[in-house]
């Protein structure tokens, strides 16, 4: 079991910055991919940015590429998403996840624990 909480939401204006924080229970942190997906009113949960347990490969979403960063650190069990240039579009409820499968999937099937989400509204 693995769980999953985040923290680090909150209102910034266009072409501000927010750092979003996952904290996860559990020794085997390191073993999981862990994934950012977002969701704004209205519309499906999508894939932001991922992070494989070992490596440390990462992947974005075309849509934050070269604007968010995903970094983990192992030893605090903590997965973090550094948010730059943000944009109104950027406006959901953000979620972290973990998946099994240590190749920093994309797909939400297969991320198997959520966190409860942390809003980020960003004003124009």
């Known amino acids: 079991q693995v769980q999953l909480v985040e923290s680090g939401g909150g209102l910034v204006q266009a072409g501000g910055s927010l750092s979003l924080s996952c904290a996860a229970s559990?020794?085997?942190?390191?073993?999981?991919?862990m994934g950012w997906f977002r969701q704004a009113p209205g519309k499906e949960r999508e894939f932001v940015a991922a992070i494989n347990g070992n490596s440390g490969r990462t992947s974005y979403a075309d849509s934050v590429k070269d604007r968010f960063t995903i970094s983990r650190d192992n030893a605090k069990n903590t997965v973090y998403l550094q948010m730059n240039s943000l944009k109104p579009e950027d406006t959901a409820v953000y979620y972290c996840?973990?998946?099994?499968?240590?190749?920093?999937?994309?797909?939400?099937?297969?991320?198997?624990?959520w966190g409860q989400g942390t809003q980020v509204t960003v004003s124009s």
């Open positions: 559990g020794r085997t942190f390191s073993w999981y991919s």
């Open positions: 996840a973990a998946s099994p499968y240590r190749n920093g999937p994309q797909s939400i099937d297969a991320y198997e624990y």
